[in-house]
């Protein structure tokens, strides 16, 4: 069972960075493809940004597009999202999952909370 622990969230200002990352517990982490997704209150979740098991494909919400990045160090087992230009509509709980099959997530981490003040 692959467990993902996000961290990195907190209250910021609006155009200020933040840097999200998710470590697994195993290094089976290698072999899936991941993601991150948000949920703000009173909404569904949605996704944020894709990162294939090499790295070498991505995928990005337009919301985030040009603004967010995704990237993954396979040796440490951890993904990352950096996430610059923030604006208050990207207040949400974080989460990161992985793909087990395409277009399907059956690991997911806690959350965590990125709060954009004005």
């Known amino acids: 069972q692959l467990r993902l622990q996000e961290s990195g969230g907190g209250l910021v200002q609006a155009g200020d960075s933040l840097t999200l990352s998710c470590v697994a517990s195993?290094?089976?982490?290698?072999?899936?493809?991941m993601a991150w997704f948000r949920q703000a209150p009173g909404k569904e979740r949605e996704f944020v940004a894709y990162?294939?098991?090499?790295?070498?494909?991505?995928d990005y919400a337009a919301a985030v597009k040009d603004r967010f990045t995704i990237s993954r160090d396979n040796a440490k087992s951890t993904m990352y999202l950096q996430m610059d230009s923030l604006k208050p509509e990207d207040t949400a709980v974080y989460y990161c999952?992985?793909?087990?099959?395409?277009?399907?997530?059956?690991?997911w981490g806690p959350g965590t909370q990125v709060t954009v003040s004005t």
């Open positions: 999952a992985a793909e087990t099959k395409l277009y399907e997530y059956d690991f």
């Open positions: 195993e290094r089976s982490f290698t072999k899936h493809s």
């Open positions: 990162i294939s098991w090499s790295g070498a494909g991505t």
